[in-house]
């Protein structure tokens, strides 16, 4: 009988310890991700900033169409390249909220 309000206890304690996630894990990787959205921003701003100069000093419509166009090329390739390195940020992120939650599930079922 005792032996089961142990197991029972023991559960109880997993859950608690589930519940209460490691908040330097979680705040890192918050810390991270809006660095990386305020690095972006600031990177697309003096990006777009250097071709309305380019636009601005344009002598002609092919000039004007050449510079358009690979502004939309490189900044399409950025925005890929960011959505990827957010994608792994918030994934990271998901990990590190879930972890203590799967170390208390593995906990009750004995298999850690």
Do not use: C, W
């Not at 908040?23 to 600031?42: C, P, R």
């Not at 309305?52 to 925005?79: C, D, N, P, R, W």
Request: aromatic share 8%; glycine share 6%.
């Amino acid at each position: 009988m005792t032996k089961d309000f142990d197991i029972i206890e023991h559960a109880g304690n997993g859950q608690l310890n589930g519940v209460t996630m490691d908040l330097s894990a979680f705040s890192t990787v918050l810390q991270a991700i809006f660095a990386e959205g305020a690095d972006y921003t600031k990177k697309s701003v003096e990006t777009r900033l250097a071709v309305v100069e380019k636009l601005l000093g344009a002598k002609s419509l092919e000039t004007v169409i050449q510079i358009q166009s690979e502004y939309a090329k490189a900044s399409y390739a950025a925005f890929v390249a960011q959505a990827t390195k957010m994608g792994e940020l918030h994934s990271n992120l998901a990990k590190a909220v879930f972890k203590p939650a799967e170390q208390a599930i593995a906990a009750m079922q004995g298999t850690k």
